[in-house]
Structures are given as structure tokens and as C-alpha cells.
């Protein structure tokens, strides 16, 4: 019998660290760092993450054939001396300090990387196989080689690897070819961050905070930016005006001219929201529409294939997407769910597995990620042993119980912590650590964000929508399983808006549609669809929430609270439950009421955050 053959791959010290896991080219377990050590986009190498995978596939690292690393820091490290050497002798304090973490270790990430893998296995160096991929690569295999096309162009637009800012690939069975690129510092993804840090929000953290804060106000700054910051081509390449910005080799985003062309400085965190940051958000916002929709239609003419995949971080844009879709520029596409730097980990096995060992695609259409159902999951023995001991309150009950107790509390306004199967690889929660909520409910958004998310008023929670009813509510009919579409809600599920006086944030008080809760300012909505196939007992409890409503929807956010990661054990989701005003968790076939615990409790009503680290959490590598 032939020897299975394993590969593991790695994205680490930038941010957002993750490692996946393949055997014989089937992607058998992926997950980022931060889920194991609490600490949100933890760049370390991936220890825990490591673990994980091997501990799922029942192996050792003495059992791994290969291990691909994400990016080539080499290179990274040439581009940066090349630019430092361009602007010099500007930026010389960030060029000492760049330069001595470089010189100090990441020039020597082999030996880093053998090392960190040694010390899991519990000696001084791993001595296998290590390769090193490219970082648009990455993306383009993460994207390309788990979609259910054969053939299929490929677009990554982030905010940079090596050398690239975006590229063009074409994927073709096993084949895949980087045929045209933009290198730094020309980037689409450094332009959304500069807005990102100017709007006061976290750069390489926050980008989706821009694209929710921007219905809220008129792009009125986008001839602005295309006069002044960016000159945009036919086919969607660019060249940015390193005049106003600061990224290329200062310590901020923008410079001081920057301030000059939007009527003052950037927003301190702490300070409220105005008018200008809203514009300055649909602005830019309309800015990188107009780019992507310009590479999309000049992709799919200099390529001629119908079917597109995306990647990098600018894919996680999911109001871009929904338009491209709906211009039918493609027939199709596809969205790797992963499509930041922690998807480059599995890129990288992927691209290692069918261009460098030459490897076949597995046979047979359809979607290869597994719903991104990737992580841990938790057998009802292991759950029930977190909950006793964490002294939790709970009613272990049958399938049938579990999802008419859990409906009668979503119809009675109850918010949900609901926890089941395989923890999600990527950015979104998709119904395995997942928060749900009934989205007729009038305040159910503000609820959310203030009482069980504690995050900003303005942020818009996702409706999750059986498959099969997602045209009757949503302007969409098409497969949405990770959450990655926009798209409006349905004309019919709409209701006259009473908005007149309103602007800005006093926009939350109208009531738009039958499902006001999922229902941006716009009108829009992300969307994610459900399947029996997809995700079984999450189908089941829309299923019997819409048998008890008549509406297949449910609002579904992050298992989380805000600056924390999405909850990864049982520990971590009883923590997070008694932190916050959530009424219920279901976890597993285990039902917790709040007023429960409360009682056990006495006047302690709350417990430790679940920031806090699992520390039983420990997996075992031999």
C-alpha cells in the first residue's frame, strides 16, 4: 500500500499566522494562531496551530514529508533595502529598525522554522524537507486549486508580498501561471489602509470597518483621490502618489499633505465618528470599486476564461464582490474563504502539492474547502467535561429538544451563542462559532453591537438564509456559503423608509424591510447561504425556525467580543458567554440559560473574558 504523503504549510510574522495540512493533496485541517492563543492576528510562528493539524490527522511531525512556508523573506528583504534606497535618506530611523529585525532573525527563517518545529517535536532542529513559496502564489493556489473549476483565471489584489501588489493568474487543471502583476509601492491594499488608519481604525484589522462605515455617507472625496492620490488606467493597473502618503518607509499610513487634502488630521481612535470620516469611507470605498470592477472586465478580456477566483486581502471586500457578480463580467466565482495572509498557508501546500511535486487535481467538481469547516472540533464527552469544569449550568438534550428549545428562544428575541462541529478557518464566523439572532427584531442590531459585541453602533451584522429561499429574500440566487456577497435585500421584503431629517449614524432608526436587524443603510445585506450539505444541523435549526416563523433567516456574527478572536474550545465559549449579556449557548447538545448560572454564581455576574488563554488546551506532538 502506498505511504500517505503529508504537507503542512505556514504563514507566520507578518500577521495573522496560521498552518494547514494536506494528505495526498486533500486539505485535512487548517487553522489560525490566534485561536489557540487569544491573542487577535498573533503573527508568531503557529505552534498551537501545528499541533492542531498533526493531532487531527493522528501523525507526527516525524511523518511529514513537507513543510512550505508562505513567502520568500529574501526577497521581501531586497524589495525593502530597494525602497528605503529610493526615498533615502528619508526614513532613515525606520530603516535602522527594519533593518535589525531583519539582520536579527527573519533573514534566517529556515533555520527559525526548523527550529520552532523541532521544539515541538522536542529537539533542537526538524530536519525534513522545507520549501518556500511565493506570496501571490499562495493566494492564487488557495484560491484556484480548491474551487470546483478546472479552468479559471485567478485575481489577488492585497496589500503586498514580496515584490507584487495584485496579480493575474491562470489556473488550468494542476497548472498554474502568474501572467501579470503591479509591484510595490503601488497598492490598491495600502491606499484602503491608508483610509483605514486616516478614519481612526486599525490598520490590517479594521479594513472591514471601512466598508461598513461607508453607506453611511457620499463619496464626495473620490474625485480627490483620483486627481491627487491615484491614476487609474482602462485595465484597472494603477500608480499611487507617494507625495501624500507615508507607508512606503515612515512610521504612519499618510503624510502631512495628506491631512492638507482632507480638511485636517487623521482621527484620534477614541474620538466620535463624523460626517468626513463616513465620506472619506464611501469614497474610498468608490475608489476601489472602480479599480476592481476595471481589473475584473480587463481579466476576463486579456484571459478569456469565464470563471474567476479571488485572493488576498482586498477579496475580503464583500460589497466589490457582490457588484462584480452582479454585472456578470464572470459566469462564475469563487472566493477563497481564508483570503488573507492565514489562506497563504494553505496556498502554500497547495501550490508545493501541484506545481513542485507536480501532483494531479483530486477528480470531480465541486467546492474542495470543506465549507471551511477546517478546525477543532469537540466530542459531546470533551464538552460536557469543559462545562463541569467550569461549573456551568446545563441540560443535555436530544437533537430534537436542543433545536425546539433553541427556536422558541430566537422567537422570543433571545441572542445565541451557538457552537457546533469544526471551528471555521478564515475571518468569518459560519455557523460553527457562531452568535445568532432573530433579524425581525427592530433593535436586535443595536443589542448586538452594544450588549454582546461591545463595537461601534454603525457595524452590520450578516443574515444567514437557507439555500433554496435565498432569492425570495435577497436580490441574489446564487450559492453565498462564505459569506462573501452583498447583495440587496429583496424588493418585497423592503418597507418605505421614514428616514427624512436622518443622516449619518441617526440612519440605524430606520426600519428598512421584514428583517430589519440584516439590513444595512443601503438596503444590502451579506449573505450567507445554508445547505444540508454544507452545514447540517445549522440547515436543520433554520429549517424549524422558518416552520415556526415563516422566515428561513437568522442573523449570524463572530462567537466573540470585539478585539478578541473568535472562540475556538468549549472554555473559551462559556467564558465569552458569561462575559456578555448573551441569553443562551447551545454547545454541542448542551443547553446553558444565562439566569442559571447567574443563580450558582450570587452576585457574580460575570466571569473572566475570554481573552484569557485555554491553558488545558494542549495538543500533543510525538
Same mark, same amino acid.
Given at each position: 500500500?502506498?505511504?500517505?504523503?503529508?504537507?503542512?504549510?505556514?504563514?507566520?510574522?507578518?500577521?495573522?499566522?496560521?498552518?494547514?495540512?494536506?494528505?495526498?493533496?486533500?486539505?485535512?485541517?487548517?487553522?489560525?494562531?490566534?485561536?489557540?492563543?487569544?491573542?487577535?492576528?498573533?503573527?508568531?510562528?503557529?505552534?498551537?496551530?501545528?499541533?492542531?493539524?498533526?493531532?487531527?490527522?493522528?501523525?507526527?511531525?516525524?511523518?511529514?514529508?513537507?513543510?512550505?512556508?508562505?513567502?520568500?523573506?529574501?526577497?521581501? @528583504?531586497?524589495?525593502?533595502?530597494?525602497?528605503?534606497?529610493?526615498?533615502?535618506?528619508?526614513?532613515?530611523?525606520?530603516?535602522?529598525?527594519?533593518?535589525?529585525?531583519?539582520?536579527?532573525?527573519?533573514?534566517?527563517?529556515?533555520?527559525?522554522?526548523?527550529?520552532?518545529?523541532?521544539?515541538?517535536?522536542?529537539?533542537?532542529?526538524?530536519?525534513?524537507?522545507?520549501?518556500?513559496?511565493?506570496?501571490?502564489?499562495?493566494?492564487?493556489?488557495?484560491?484556484?486549486?480548491?474551487?470546483?473549476?478546472?479552468?479559471?483565471?485567478?485575481?489577488?489584489?492585497?496589500?503586498?508580498?514580496?515584490?507584487?501588489?495584485?496579480?493575474?493568474?491562470?489556473?488550468?487543471?494542476?497548472?498554474?501561471?502568474?501572467?501579470?502583476?503591479?509591484?510595490?509601492?503601488?497598492?490598491?491594499?495600502?491606499?484602503?489602509?491608508?483610509?483605514?488608519?486616516?478614519?481612526?481604525?486599525?490598520?490590517?484589522?479594521?479594513?472591514?470597518?471601512?466598508?461598513?462605515?461607508?453607506?453611511?455617507?457620499?463619496?464626495?472625496?473620490?474625485?480627490?483621490?483620483?486627481?491627487?492620490?491615484?491614476?487609474?488606467?482602462?485595465?484597472?493597473?494603477?500608480?499611487?502618489?507617494?507625495?501624500? @502618503?507615508?507607508?512606503?518607509?515612515?512610521?504612519?499610513?499618510?503624510?502631512?499633505?495628506?491631512?492638507?487634502?482632507?480638511?485636517?488630521?487623521?482621527?484620534?481612535?477614541?474620538?466620535?465618528?463624523?460626517?468626513?470620516?463616513?465620506?472619506?469611507?464611501?469614497?474610498?470605498?468608490?475608489?476601489?470599486?472602480?479599480?476592481?470592477?476595471?481589473?475584473?472586465?480587463?481579466?476576463?478580456?486579456?484571459?478569456?476564461? /469565464?470563471?474567476?477566483?479571488?485572493?488576498?486581502?482586498?477579496?475580503?471586500?464583500?460589497?466589490?464582490?457582490?457588484?462584480?457578480?452582479?454585472?456578470?463580467?464572470?459566469?462564475?466565482?469563487?472566493?477563497?474563504?481564508?483570503?488573507?495572509?492565514?489562506?497563504?498557508?494553505?496556498?502554500?501546500?497547495?501550490?508545493?502539492?501541484?506545481?513542485?511535486?507536480?501532483?494531479?487535481?483530486?477528480?470531480?467538481?465541486?467546492?474542495?474547502?470543506?465549507?471551511?469547516?477546517?478546525?477543532?472540533?469537540?466530542?459531546?464527552?470533551?464538552?460536557?467535561?469543559?462545562?463541569?469544569?467550569?461549573?456551568?449550568?446545563?441540560?443535555?438534550?436530544?437533537?430534537?429538544?436542543?433545536?425546539?428549545?433553541?427556536?422558541?428562544?430566537?422567537?422570543?428575541?433571545?441572542?445565541?451563542?451557538? @457552537?457546533?462541529?469544526?471551528?471555521?478557518?478564515?475571518?468569518?464566523?459560519?455557523?460553527?462559532?457562531?452568535?445568532?439572532?432573530?433579524?425581525?427584531?427592530?433593535?436586535?442590531?443595536? /443589542?448586538?453591537?452594544?450588549?454582546?459585541?461591545?463595537?461601534?453602533?454603525?457595524?452590520?451584522?450578516?443574515?444567514?438564509?437557507?439555500?433554496?429561499?435565498?432569492?425570495?429574500?435577497?436580490?441574489?440566487?446564487?450559492?453565498?456559503?462564505?459569506?462573501?456577497?452583498?447583495?440587496?435585500?429583496?424588493?418585497?421584503?423592503?418597507?418605505?423608509?421614514?428616514?427624512?431629517?436622518?443622516?449619518?449614524?441617526?440612519?440605524?432608526?430606520?426600519?428598512?424591510?421584514?428583517?430589519?436587524?440584516?439590513?444595512?443603510?443601503?438596503?444590502?445585506?451579506?449573505?450567507?447561504?445554508?445547505?444540508?450539505?454544507?452545514?447540517?444541523?445549522?440547515?436543520?435549526?433554520?429549517?424549524?425556525?422558518?416552520?415556526?416563523?415563516?422566515?428561513?433567516?437568522?442573523?449570524? /456574527?463572530?462567537?466573540?467580543?470585539?478585539?478578541?478572536?473568535?472562540?475556538?474550545?468549549?472554555?473559551?465559549? @462559556?467564558?465569552?458567554?458569561?462575559?456578555?449579556?448573551?441569553?443562551?449557548?447551545?454547545?454541542?447538545?448542551?443547553?446553558?440559560?444565562?439566569?442559571?448560572?447567574?443563580?450558582?454564581?450570587?452576585?457574580?455576574?460575570?466571569?473572566?473574558?475570554?481573552?484569557?488563554?485555554?491553558?488545558?488546551?494542549?495538543?500533543?506532538?510525538?
Amino acid at each position: 500500500m502506498r505511504a500517505r504523503r503529508y504537507c503542512l504549510g505556514l504563514s507566520a510574522y507578518f500577521h495573522d499566522s496560521a498552518a494547514a495540512l494536506l494528505r495526498d493533496g486533500e486539505i485535512i485541517a487548517a487553522a489560525q494562531e490566534e485561536r489557540f492563543t487569544r491573542h487577535k492576528n498573533d503573527a508568531r510562528f503557529p505552534a498551537h496551530a501545528v499541533a492542531y493539524c498533526l493531532s487531527e490527522a493522528g501523525i507526527g511531525l516525524d511523518q511529514l514529508d513537507t513543510v512550505v512556508f508562505f513567502e520568500k523573506p529574501l526577497r521581501k @528583504f531586497r524589495r525593502i533595502l530597494r525602497t528605503f534606497a529610493e526615498h533615502a535618506p528619508h526614513g532613515a530611523p525606520s530603516f535602522t529598525r527594519a533593518t535589525r529585525e531583519w539582520l536579527g532573525w527573519k533573514l534566517t527563517s529556515d533555520r527559525q522554522i526548523r527550529a520552532e518545529l523541532g521544539a515541538l517535536a522536542g529537539t533542537k532542529s526538524w530536519r525534513g524537507e522545507l520549501l518556500f513559496s511565493e506570496h501571490h502564489l499562495s493566494h492564487a493556489a488557495s484560491a484556484f486549486y480548491p474551487s470546483p473549476f478546472e479552468h479559471a483565471a485567478v485575481l489577488t489584489v492585497d496589500a503586498v508580498g514580496e515584490d507584487a501588489t495584485l496579480s493575474v493568474a491562470v489556473g488550468n487543471g494542476s497548472k498554474l501561471e502568474i501572467v501579470k502583476q503591479l509591484e510595490y509601492p503601488d497598492s490598491l491594499g495600502m491606499l484602503y489602509s491608508a483610509f483605514t488608519y486616516f478614519t481612526g481604525f486599525s490598520v490590517n484589522s479594521d479594513e472591514y470597518k471601512v466598508m461598513g462605515l461607508a453607506p453611511y455617507g457620499e463619496p464626495r472625496y473620490a474625485d480627490i483621490i483620483r486627481e491627487h492620490l491615484v491614476e487609474i488606467s482602462e485595465d484597472g493597473c494603477f500608480l499611487i502618489n507617494q507625495d501624500y @502618503f507615508d507607508y512606503a518607509v515612515g512610521q504612519r499610513m499618510t503624510g502631512g499633505r495628506f491631512d492638507e487634502l482632507f480638511d485636517g488630521p487623521a482621527r484620534r481612535p477614541e474620538d466620535p465618528l463624523t460626517r468626513r470620516e463616513m465620506d472619506l469611507a464611501a469614497s474610498v470605498q468608490a475608489v476601489t470599486s472602480d479599480i476592481m470592477h476595471r481589473l475584473a472586465r480587463s481579466t476576463r478580456r486579456e484571459t478569456g476564461l /469565464t470563471n474567476l477566483c479571488l485572493a488576498g486581502g482586498v477579496a475580503l471586500n464583500c460589497v466589490i464582490n457582490g457588484e462584480i457578480l452582479s454585472e456578470d463580467i464572470f459566469e462564475n466565482i469563487w472566493i477563497q474563504p481564508a483570503a488573507g495572509d492565514a489562506g497563504g498557508a494553505l496556498g502554500a501546500a497547495l501550490a508545493a502539492h501541484h506545481l513542485h511535486f507536480e501532483q494531479p487535481r483530486a477528480a470531480g467538481a465541486g467546492d474542495k474547502m470543506k465549507s471551511s469547516l477546517l478546525g477543532p472540533g469537540y466530542s459531546e464527552e470533551d464538552i460536557r467535561s469543559a462545562l463541569q469544569s467550569a461549573g456551568a449550568v446545563f441540560a443535555a438534550m436530544t437533537d430534537e429538544r436542543l433545536y425546539s428549545k433553541t427556536v422558541e428562544a430566537l422567537a422570543d428575541g433571545k441572542v445565541i451563542g451557538w @457552537f457546533q462541529g469544526r471551528m471555521e478557518f478564515g475571518p468569518r464566523a459560519l455557523g460553527a462559532r457562531s452568535i445568532l439572532a432573530d433579524p425581525r427584531a427592530v433593535d436586535m442590531q443595536s /443589542t448586538l453591537n452594544l450588549k454582546i459585541k461591545f463595537r461601534e453602533s454603525f457595524r452590520p451584522f450578516a443574515p444567514i438564509v437557507k439555500r433554496e429561499a435565498v432569492s425570495d429574500w435577497f436580490d441574489l440566487d446564487t450559492d453565498s456559503p462564505y459569506m462573501l456577497i452583498v447583495a440587496p435585500v429583496a424588493a418585497k421584503r423592503l418597507r418605505t423608509v421614514e428616514a427624512s431629517g436622518l443622516e449619518g449614524l441617526e440612519l440605524l432608526q430606520a426600519v428598512r424591510s421584514e428583517i430589519p436587524s440584516v439590513t444595512h443603510v443601503d438596503g444590502s445585506a451579506r449573505v450567507q447561504t445554508v445547505t444540508k450539505d454544507n452545514n447540517a444541523r445549522l440547515y436543520s435549526l433554520l429549517d424549524r425556525f422558518e416552520a415556526a416563523t415563516g422566515c428561513p433567516v437568522l442573523i449570524n /456574527t463572530s462567537f466573540n467580543v470585539a478585539e478578541e478572536p473568535i472562540v475556538c474550545s468549549p472554555a473559551d465559549a @462559556f467564558r465569552c458567554f458569561m462575559a456578555t449579556d448573551m441569553d443562551v449557548l447551545v454547545i454541542g447538545n448542551c443547553f446553558l440559560e444565562k439566569p442559571a448560572q447567574i443563580a450558582k454564581r450570587g452576585d457574580r455576574r460575570r466571569l473572566a473574558t475570554a481573552s484569557n488563554p485555554d491553558r488545558s488546551l494542549n495538543y500533543t506532538v510525538f
